[in-house]
């Protein structure tokens, strides 16, 4: 796939809004001088209809890599549904460079750097929350968003002007938006969900297949 270059709106590789992300990113460059250490991209077709909105990189994940859900454990599951269901050419994500296309399908993060023990101050979430509001004004009318994990979900709605309260984040959930916009929600495809069978691979694929559903009426 051809290296997207962004709106500035959408991505800034140079972000450096959140003292505590930017000063743990420095760290974190001294200790592996060969990671990405960087705001991670969205990751796919810019015209898509299905967005796919995660928390944060994780440090030895897609923070390493520079590519969303590539290098860490909840990637493994993600794009062996994502190939399944047609939205993805291969169902591995390696590495930058390893040939791997979405289709139709792009990937982004509610919070674009790696936080310390994964865990995104609230602060941060809104300091990030405008590059996640112009990443879905991309989307034209009819289409999909899947919120992995009830953080996802709120900075979607945040993004969207919608009080989260209004809508509460449950597995398998469907909420009607503004401009025919749907929102999914999932529990989040991370080791630790999907070890303790919080999530499953059919529970994952159920949502899926509804989004093809919805993206075919």
């Known amino acids: ?24 990113l420095d760290e974190g460059r001294a200790r592996h001088p060969g990671y990405w250490l960087a705001p991670v991209p969205p990751f796919g077709d810019p015209a898509a209809r299905l967005l796919i909105v995660g928390l944060a990189p994780g440090f030895h ?8 859900f590539t290098g860490d454990h909840a990637g493994l599951l993600l794009y062996r549904t994502l190939h399944r269901y047609g939205f993805a050419n291969q169902p591995t994500s390696v590495a930058v460079g390893d040939g791997l296309e979405l289709r139709d399908c792009r990937i982004t993060n509610a919070v674009k750097c790696v936080p310390p023990a994964n865990k995104p101050l609230p602060a941060e979430m809104h300091n990030c929350n405008s590059y996640l509001e112009a990443d879905l004004k991309m989307l034209r009318a009819g289409s ?14 945040r993004a969207l002007g919608i009080k989260p309260a209004q809508t509460r984040f449950a597995h398998g959930a469907e909420h009607g938006l503004p401009d025919h916009l749907t929102l999914l929600d999932s529990y989040h495809c991370s080791r630790y969900n999907t070890q303790t069978r919080r999530l499953t691979e059919p ?6 297949a509804r989004a093809v559903e919805l993206l075919e009426r």
Do not use: K, Y
């Open 61 to 68: 994940g897609a923070n390493a890599s520079g590519r969303p």
């Open 203 to 208: 529970m994952f694929a159920a949502v899926f």
């Open 144 to 157: 999909v968003i899947l919120a992995l994990g009830a953080i996802a979900h709120q900075a979607t709605l």
């Open 1 to 24: 796939m051809t290296e997207v270059h962004w709106p500035a709106a959408v991505f800034d590789v140079r972000c450096r809004r959140c003292a505590r992300l930017a000063r743990f």
